[in-house]
């Protein structure tokens, strides 16, 4: 048994693999390492591990012609599946943290953000604004593991059970469908309610705070939409870094700018519904819990720009 934190390494290029091994051994921590579905599972099943680093594009066998992310989304739902417990904060008690070159896999890293991954890293590593090894303490500590001596605890409670019900966990049951038919879970645990409208008219698309109407510019309805996505498909995370609100960082910057502007002016206080971690992450707030979508709606929208992007690629998962 390792007096060490052990991480779960999945990544088939051995080069950034070589790289992420060097920065693990670095701060103290022990690895061990696959580079296919099949070593990751093999890995995953013999257990004593701490927290997973997963590459989205890997291959079903070690001499398997190509990767693709259907393999990489697989074991972060097998990961998920052995692992489904989360604590009082709603941290997941065994954290996934997931890689991508980002660029030509965004729409896997939107599904499985969706799916309630716990991180996003980007490949290559020096395009992260936040270091690996801080994704790293943070996660740890988000799951309670600060100190090793407490991870086999924390990893048979994450396992031990799956997640509670709502009514079990205090909070009121989740509404099934939506006015098309559509699966909508509500997180019901505050006051504020938040409704993405499916409506386009006078130049602007809608939502509904709290019963206030506000329209918004195509991209920033976008925003708000993925947010609200983000927090009802996340499992209650939801935190979207910027340029997964929109592909360029500066846009997304901007983009949040011109979103505050457009709430302010509809009498809805941003900050009382969007949440900021100062470091280039955005989610909608706890407070704003109560929160209806129907993606199949936004996928017939009016605005072709809204059509595109709530297309396959934001499908429910």
């Known amino acids: 048994m390792s007096h060490r934190h052990v991480a779960l390494l999945v990544e088939d290029d051995p080069v950034m693999a070589a790289e992420i091994a060097d920065i693990l051994t670095s701060i103290g921590h022990d690895l061990v390492h696959a580079d296919s579905l099949e070593g990751g599972r093999a890995l995953l099943a013999q257990g004593g591990l701490c927290y997973a680093l997963l590459d989205l594009q890997i291959k079903h066998r070690p001499n398997s012609l190509k990767p693709d992310v259907i393999m990489g989304e697989t074991l972060y739902r097998e990961v998920r599946g052995q692992y489904p417990r989360r604590n009082a ?3 997941h008690l065994f954290q996934a ?33 936040i270091r690996i090894d801080v994704q790293i303490r943070e996660a740890l500590e988000r799951s309670g593991r600060q100190r090793h001596a407490r991870c086999a605890e924390i990893s048979r409670a994450a396992g031990a059970a799956p997640p509670l019900p709502p009514a079990a966990a205090g909070l009121a049951p989740a509404s099934r469908l939506g006015p098309r038919g559509d699966a909508l879970p509500l ?34 309805f976008i925003m708000v939409a993925r947010l609200a996505e983000a927090r009802v498909f996340g499992k209650g995370i939801g935190w979207l870094y910027k340029t ?7 846009v997304g910057w901007k983009g949040m700018t011109r979103l505050y502007e457009q709430l302010r002016r509809a009498g809805v206080p941003p900050e009382s519904l969007i949440e900021n971690d ?34 396959s ?5």
Do not use: T
């Open 97 to 129: 943290l997931i890689m991508s070159g980002f660029d030509k896999e965004h729409d896997a890293v939107v599904r499985m953000l969706r799916a309630g991954a716990d991180a996003f890293i980007r490949k290559p590593l020096c395009e992260n604004q």
């Open 244 to 250: 997964l609100l929109d592909k360029y960082a500066d």
């Open 89 to 91: 904060a709603d941290a």
């Open 278 to 311: 100062r470091r280039g992450s955005f989610r909608a707030r706890h407070e704003a819990a109560q929160i209806v979508i129907d993606l199949a709606a936004l996928q017939q929208h009016e605005h072709e720009e809204v059509r595109r992007a709530f297309g």
């Open 313 to 317: 690629a934001l499908k429910a998962a």
């Open 187 to 220: 997180h019901a645990e505050g006051q504020r309610r938040l409704v993405v409208l499916d409506r386009w008219s006078g130049g602007k698309c809608w939502v509904d705070v709290d019963g206030v109407p506000a329209g918004l510019s195509p991209k920033s």
